[in-house]
């Protein structure tokens, strides 16, 4: 039997995120060790990056890496690369990428072409701490090889917000992802949206409740809370949710090919999740976002 490829995971982390002994890149491999060994991962790492690993003794936990050059010598760019590429054996299946927001060089042009790149080709770009956790622990729990994984990963309904938005070519794959998985996002205790998104989700929701339940039954409630329209200021509203830590998961469907005249909010948003790494969760394309709703719903239900 043909055994499956490793997964190959491109690795950086911004300067704020590296040096410190309870740095976000420190807190990667101890929070996420046990996913991180069942998984048997491939690595590629830029440089820096690989040195603050060396310094901390995070080694020995990347048995399979390959060093890429520093920033400022193109290692990024290579990154951008390996994202596109068509060879299984040389491309990267996932980017964690731990961004801090004030840093210049999470908005050069290789470091917005490797988040486009990522949406355009369906891989997961993790920007945030939490991201990049759970995504390691969902892929892990995934083999059936959850045994000492600790309950991050696991949807609590009873307590979690999630915000749905997707940009004008995408709000019908959003309605797509919702119908499909409405068992999972309906166990959210609190969904927001913007605006137009929110409406149709509202719809949406109506009409998959009057088919599964009795009018007396029926939550007149809107399922979703729709907020402002990106352009007028939704985007805002929503980070300001999230810098308070009422949403912790971003579903965010992003249009990398049309230019975007309110582009300053949308980076807003992300910006406030990144502020918040250790907390919020975004994920940006559909691909991703199909598998890991589907992994949600699986670890809620084991």
Not at 206 to 224: C, F, H, M, Y
Request: charged residues 25%; proline residues 3%.
């Amino acid at each position: 039997m043909q055994t499956a490829r490793r997964l190959r995971i491109g690795l950086i982390a911004n300067r704020a995120h590296q040096d410190a002994a309870d740095s976000a890149l420190v807190r990667l491999f101890t929070r996420g060790g046990t996913a991180i060994s069942q998984l048997d991962l491939e690595w590629i790492i830029v440089g820096r990056t690989l040195d603050a690993m060396n310094a901390h003794g995070l080694q020995q936990q990347c048995a399979r890496f390959e060093r890429f050059p520093y920033g400022r010598e193109g290692g990024l760019m290579k990154l951008v690369a390996r994202v596109v590429d068509r060879n299984p054996q040389t491309a990267i299946d996932a980017v964690i990428y731990l961004i801090d927001p004030v840093d210049p060089s999470s908005i050069f042009p290789e470091a917005q072409a490797l988040k486009r790149q990522c949406v355009i080709h369906g891989k997961p770009f993790l920007s945030t701490l939490a991201s990049a956790i759970e995504w390691l622990k969902l892929e892990a729990a995934a083999l059936k090889q959850n045994n000492g994984l600790d309950q991050f990963a696991v949807l609590e309904s009873n307590e979690e917000s999630i915000a749905l938005i997707a940009h004008d070519a995408l709000k019908t794959k959003m309605l797509q992802l919702a119908e499909k998985h409405f068992a999972v996002l309906d166990r959210f205790a609190y969904r927001y949206a913007t605006g137009t998104t929110g409406g149709l989700l509202n719809q949406l929701a109506q009409g998959i409740k009057e088919r599964t339940a009795s009018n007396d039954l029926l939550n007149k409630t809107p399922w979703v809370q729709a907020f402002l329209s990106g352009p007028l200021g939704g985007d805002a509203q929503l980070a300001e949710l999230v810098l308070d830590k009422k949403i912790r998961r971003i579903l965010f469907l992003e249009d990398p090919h049309v230019a975007r005249q309110h582009e300053a909010d949308i980076q807003l948003l992300e910006r406030a999740a990144r502020t918040v790494t250790d907390f919020a969760i975004v994920v940006s394309d559909v691909k991703s976002a199909d598998r890991w709703l589907s992994l949600l719903g699986q670890q809620k239900a084991d």
